[in-house]
């Protein structure tokens, strides 16, 4: 089994900063992105930030120049420093792996694996 274990979220005033934590567990073989999504109520997720195994990170373009998505592989965790927080930051933030599994024989075919969500409200 997969767990991705968020943290951070919390309430803040616009141009304020929050920093959410991600950790990865389990029989994890190789993990090829990590990202961060966010839904805000009536609206789609949408793909906030990305970071692939290669290190390559793209962000949405509402969010370029104010957030900063980085990784510890030794720990499995992926971070968002957001800063420079607005109101209309306000959501539920996912935490997101494209992993490969290590089943005890062979590896399995990489899958999307989500965290639990973590609320992050912006006043303004």
């Known amino acids: 089994q997969v767990q991705l274990v968020e943290s951070g979220g919390g309430l803040v005033q616009a141009g304020g900063s929050l920093r959410l934590s991600c950790v990865v567990s389990g029989s994890i073989f190789s993990i090829n992105f990590m990202g961060w999504y966010r839904q805000a109520p009536g609206k789609q997720r949408e793909l906030v930030a990305g970071?692939?195994?290669?290190?390559?990170?793209n962000y949405a373009d509402s969010v370029k120049g104010r957030f900063t998505i980085s990784t510890d592989n030794a720990k499995n965790t992926v971070y968002l420093q957001m800063n420079a927080l607005k109101p209309e930051d306000t959501a539920v933030y996912y935490c997101n792996a494209v992993a490969s599994m290590w089943d005890g024989l062979r590896p399995r075919p990489s899958d999307d694996y989500w965290g639990q969500g973590t609320q992050v409200t912006v006043s303004s």
């Open positions: 970071i692939s195994s290669d290190q390559s990170r």
